[in-house]
């Protein structure tokens, strides 16, 4: 059963989360969410472990529910700039940035986060499976990301990002080897394995 808040004090929560850190084209995204201290939804989880169909029924659930939203985004090019690891930070930062209402804590999901501004935070490992408010920003932050990639799979056909939203599976790898990488590819990254590994 996932929590509605981590503060027993009154305090104004924003859970953060990113989507797209493994893949090997397209920005990082994150979203921030302020949810009402009473919001509970018998669907609502960690994004991976909801069908696309059910992300997609939440979605504007969470947008009418919320008491603020954003997603924000760091393009490949950035990534290549300042790694990963900093990117997501960033992405997190701009999402929270949006916010129409300054948070007073940020629940992160994962361990590690870069201090925004002086706002108080809390790291917490799967926090996307504990807490609504960081599940629901993994699923605007996921549900936005996979629309930006099948857009782009139109304009790049042959990497089957509609079906892969960037990540390295052996159809996008071999669109890799065969027509060699797009500028929304992330040129830091090992793009293609060994080529023992391609067989």
Request: aromatic share 8%; charged share 25%; with cysteine.
């Amino acid at each position: 059963m996932l929590k509605a808040h981590f503060s027993k004090d009154k305090l104004i929560e924003a859970g953060c989360d990113e989507a797209g850190r493994g893949c090997l084209a397209g920005p990082v995204t994150a979203a921030a969410v302020i949810l009402p201290p009473d919001f509970q939804h018998p669907l609502l989880n960690d994004s991976k472990k909801l069908s696309k169909k059910q992300r997609e029924i939440l979605r504007p659930i969470i947008k009418e529910s919320a008491l603020a939203w954003a997603v924000a985004e760091v393009s490949p090019g950035e990534i290549d700039e300042i790694n990963i690891l900093n990117a997501s930070f960033l992405a997190m930062h701009r999402a929270i940035e949006q916010l129409k209402i300054e948070p007073e804590l940020l629940l992160i999901d994962g361990n590690r986060f870069k201090i925004y501004k002086s706002t108080p935070h809390e790291c917490i490992v799967k926090g996307d499976a504990k807490f609504y408010s960081i599940a629901a920003a993994s699923i605007l932050a996921k549900t936005y990301r996979d629309d930006l990639m099948t857009k782009l799979a139109h304009e790049f056909p042959h990497y089957g990002w509609e079906r892969n939203a960037g990540y390295p599976t052996k159809e996008h790898r071999e669109g890799i080897r065969n027509h060699g990488v797009s500028p929304h590819h992330r040129t830091s990254f090992q793009l293609l394995p060994t080529q023992l590994e391609l067989f």
